[in-house]
């Protein structure tokens, strides 16, 4: 009972912080996405179309036409967060919710927020193993649940932010290698495929995890140590493998060239990356000027460590207290690895590529392999192993101390750790519906679909986002993690309106949506004297240009600020 009280003070402290740190977005709860108009957009679809799926006939969950109309397209690859989306459908049943939009946008924001709740207590409770003090475990759990890397990936991907089964898996996992008892193995290789279903990447990270423990122990005991690690290392890896095997079959067999796509060297952590104030920072100003250089996007090249913890960690280099700490140089010797993995193909330091090849470069070749292509998500185990290292730093430090000093400097620690990761600039996604969705949803003359131009990247994730709030009619737009065959849009032709007319027709596609204010600057295509020129315009100005010209070649049905609707056939 005792611990389980101190895991529920824990428990308490997390969610307090995820008041603190998330108030922002409680106003707009069930009316607007966590996050800036980005992949988050994709996500929500994918609520909603798990949630319907499930609703009327799961069969066939993983192709689907509603997107890439009329051809279609395999979701095998799709970044859906399976446990987060069958717990929507479960408290959706146990409650009595429907699919009403505001629910969706309610759950769907709950459960990106309950991730911190989770991912904290998971690495709360692997710290225990480690250290006696309390408060020194608390903080361990902040130091990875609220991590800055999984503060950005909320705010986009509900997949990569999903890192409750993570330290659950390393807890497990530890726990079975010193107690060998079958439940906990049996736990952690629950935990693994939890954790893959979640996020793909993860079942690759917790691989590479594995294979590290092994090594690292063999090394050690200058042996091979075939009962005593690597037999069971070996089966928990294969009842994890056998657990996901009906999917990572299908994803097999459906590999080819369109599935691997590129980023290990440009989705990468910079190595001055875990020491420079990140894009969320309270001091974000000052980090400009340096992460402004990094490769990839805000959130993938936030892998910041915090200073007080850096500081920590490299005081305990210099005072070699792996020597002195039991298990300390095992956690050391994982950030290392994974900070080497993070960091992608070649190094990158300030924004520039130092020619050192790093062992990224190595799964670049490897099928199947070649598809974990950010690599800058492997700092989730560096997070994790510095949160435990600098418990264990900080209770061996203190030992002998005055009660009152070591409560002291725990609590310094606790409250610059804090200051260091609270969050500022924290954006969201109205779910707005235009007008014109509602005369499409009116059409009920048999099946069809339509287009939403222009199209690009951003523009076709709003597009997704607006399918699942304003109108079920299929697309042929879409914005998926891997497009295993072309479709329609990928052949349409926007340099002969009577040619393309032909084709939409031909495809079922009745209306063209012209949406005047784009969420991107993307180059369109735009229709001239017969022939086919490039544009980079103002997007507006681009926008309410293709506006008008799509005027000439189709009937108009609605135009407002927003969109301009038109029909292509009767």
């Known amino acids: 009972m005792k611990s389980f009280g101190r895991t529920a003070v824990a428990g308490l402290i997390y969610l307090l912080v995820i008041v603190i740190f998330f108030h922002v977005y409680f106003g707009s709860f069930s009316t607007a996405l966590i996050g800036p108009p980005e992949d988050n957009m994709q996500e929500f679809w994918n609520t909603w179309y798990m949630q319907t799926k499930l609703d009327a006939d799961p069969s066939g969950l993983l192709h689907t036409d509603k997107i890439f109309y009329p051809e279609g397209a395999s979701l095998v690859y799709h970044s859906f967060s399976y446990p987060n989306l069958v717990a929507i459908y479960l408290v959706r049943c146990v409650v009595g919710l429907g699919t009403y939009v505001g629910t969706l946008i309610f759950l769907h924001n709950f459960f990106l927020l309950i991730s911190f709740f989770f991912g904290a207590l998971g690495a709360y409770l692997l710290t225990r193993l480690y250290v006696r003090s309390e408060a020194l475990a608390v903080l361990s759990g902040f130091i990875f649940g609220f991590s800055p890397f999984h503060l950005a990936h909320t705010l986009h991907h509900m997949h990569v932010s999903a890192?409750?089964?993570?330290?659950?898996?390393?807890?497990?996992?530890?726990?079975?290698?010193?107690?060998k008892k079958v439940y906990l193995a049996a736990a952690a290789?629950?935990?693994?495929?939890?954790?893959?279903?979640?996020?793909?990447?993860?079942?690759v990270y917790i691989g590479y995890f594995v294979l590290f423990y092994y090594v690292f122990h063999a090394v050690k005991n200058r042996s091979l140590m075939p009962g005593e690690t690597l037999l069971p290392a070996a089966l928990i890896t294969f009842f994890a493998l056998f657990l996901l095997s009906p999917l990572i079959v299908t994803m097999i067999l459906q590999t080819g060239a369109r599935s691997y796509l590129e980023g290990h060297d440009f989705f990468v952590a910079d190595l001055l990356g875990f020491i420079t104030f990140h894009p969320y920072h309270l001091l974000a100003k000052i980090g400009r000027p340096l992460y402004s250089h990094f490769q990839g996007n805000h959130w993938e090249m936030t892998v910041y460590l915090g200073l007080a913890n850096v500081a920590v960690l490299l005081?305990?280099?210099?005072k070699k207290y792996c020597r002195k700490i039991e298990n300390l140089g095992f956690f050391q010797a994982g950030i290392l690895l994974f900070m080497l993995l993070a960091l992608g193909s070649w190094l990158h330091v300030g924004g520039?590529?130092?020619?050192?090849?790093?062992?990224?470069?190595?799964?670049e070749y490897i099928p199947v392999l070649k598809n974990v292509r950010t690599p800058s998500r492997a700092v989730i185990f560096v997070y994790l192993f510095t949160g435990v290292s600098v418990a264990?730093?900080?209770?061996?430090?203190?030992?002998?101390?005055?009660?009152?000093t070591a409560a002291a400097a725990v609590g310094i620690l606790a409250i610059v750790t804090f200051a260091d990761f609270f969050p500022t600039g924290l954006d969201s996604t109205p779910v707005v519906c235009p007008p014109a969705y509602a005369l499409i949803n009116e059409d009920r003359a048999g099946d069809f679909g339509?287009?939403?131009?222009?199209?690009?990247?951003?523009?076709?994730?709003?597009?997704?986002?607006?399918?699942?709030?304003?109108?079920?009619?299929?697309?042929?737009?879409?914005?998926?993690?891997?497009?295993?065959?072309?479709?329609?849009?990928?052949?349409?032709?926007?340099?002969?309106?009577?040619?393309?007319?032909?084709?939409?027709?031909?495809?079922?596609i009745k209306y063209i949506l012209i949406h005047k204010k784009p969420a991107d600057e993307t180059v369109y295509y735009v229709h001239h004297d017969r022939h086919t020129h490039l544009h980079r315009l103002h997007r507006e100005t681009l926008a309410r240009e293709m506006a008008a010209e799509y005027q000439r070649h189709y009937q108009l049905v609605h135009e407002d600020e927003m969109t301009a609707l038109l029909q292509v056939y009767h």
């Open 163 to 179: 890192i409750t089964f993570v330290p659950f898996f390393v807890y497990f996992f530890l726990r079975y290698m010193r107690e």
């Open 189 to 203: 290789s629950v935990m693994w495929a939890l954790a893959a279903l979640s996020c793909w990447y993860y079942l």
């Open 315 to 318: 005081f305990a280099l210099f």
């Open 352 to 363: 520039y590529r130092v020619w050192l090849p790093l062992p990224t470069l190595l799964t």
């Open 392 to 404: 264990m730093i900080a209770e061996y430090f203190l030992a002998g101390r005055k009660k009152i």
């Open 450 to 508: 339509m287009i939403n131009l222009p199209a690009g990247y951003l523009q076709d994730n709003k597009y997704m986002m607006q399918q699942a709030a304003c109108s079920p009619v299929p697309m042929a737009n879409g914005s998926i993690g891997r497009k295993l065959a072309p479709s329609l849009i990928d052949t349409l032709d926007f340099s002969d309106f009577e040619a393309q007319k032909a084709e939409l027709k031909r495809g079922g």
